[in-house]
């Protein structure tokens, strides 16, 4: 083996691991672009869970409502369901 084998396999080398960092699969500008996505995906996943949380609030607002309307209307109005029975009881 030649003396200056050696040096120019290593350079060699050298090169091509710099390619693989600046150019490859997992390069240095790739994974750039990927963190700036993963910023931008949990932006979007927090404004989504931001707008669950309202949804989620307005049915239980509407379901709550409708039970209070419901309680009302049955101590008040006397209202009955179908296939139910009403039975007052007097103090």
């Given at each position: 083996?030649?003396?200056?084998l050696?040096p120019v396999?290593?350079?060699a080398?050298?090169?091509?691991?710099?390619g693989?960092?600046?150019?490859g699969?997992?390069?240095?500008p790739?994974?750039?672009?990927?963190?700036?996505?993963?910023l931008?995906q949990?932006?979007a996943n927090?404004?989504a869970?931001?707008?669950?949380?309202?949804?989620a609030?307005?049915v239980?607002?509407l379901?709550?409502?409708?039970?209070?309307?419901?309680e009302?209307?049955r101590m008040?109005l006397?209202?009955?369901?179908?296939?139910?029975?009403?039975v007052?009881l007097s103090?």
């Amino acid at each position: 083996m030649s003396p200056r084998l050696v040096p120019v396999l290593l350079i060699a080398l050298l090169l091509a691991l710099q390619g693989q960092l600046w150019f490859g699969r997992g390069s240095v500008p790739s994974v750039a672009g990927m963190q700036q996505k993963l910023l931008a995906q949990k932006s979007a996943n927090q404004q989504a869970a931001l707008s669950n949380g309202r949804l989620a609030s307005e049915v239980s607002d509407l379901r709550e409502g409708l039970e209070m309307v419901e309680e009302k209307a049955r101590m008040e109005l006397g209202m009955v369901k179908p296939n139910e029975i009403y039975v007052q009881l007097s103090k």
